[in-house]
Nanobody, 116 residues
Framework: QVQLVESGGGLVQAGGSLRLSCSAS????????MAWYRQAPGKEREFVAA???????NYADSVRGRFTIFRDNAKNTMYLHMNSLKPEDTAVYYC??????????WGQGTQVTVSS
């Protein structure tokens, strides 16, 4: 019933920018907090940013001031604008429903690679 598809990842130089998107199907999108998580090789999956149904956002300290999360409920799409990217931002980025590692709903992930 609920499908999440991430896109927008790629290879970028340090200091550059990328915009990720998460397109959702199903009626759950507009009624739930949505979030971005990431997982780098050899590391645990970690929280990046979340946005409530009312567009209240919060961020991990590591990305605060550099990343911006927003959503377009009419399009069932969530975005992550990533600026001033660092090599340590390299990871697979996932969107989910509910801003929880225990969410039932995850996308397939999109790879972000930041070169020095």
């Amino acid at each position: 019933q609920v499908q999440l598809v991430e896109s927008g990842g790629g290879l970028v130089q340090a200091g550059g920018s990328l915009r990720l998107s998460c397109s959702a199907s199903g009626s759950i999108f507009s009624m739930n907090t949505m979030a971005w998580y990431r997982q780098a090789p050899g590391k645990e999956r970690e929280f990046v940013a979340a946005i409530t149904s009312g567009s209240f956002a919060n961020y991990a300290d590591s990305v605060r001031g550099r990343f911006t999360i927003f959503r377009d409920n009419a399009k069932n799409t969530m975005y992550l604008h990533m600026n001033s990217l660092k090599p340590e931002d390299t990871a697979v980025y996932y969107c989910n429903v509910g801003a929880s590692l225990f969410s039932r709903y995850w996308g397939q992930g999109t790879q972000v690679t930041v070169s020095s």
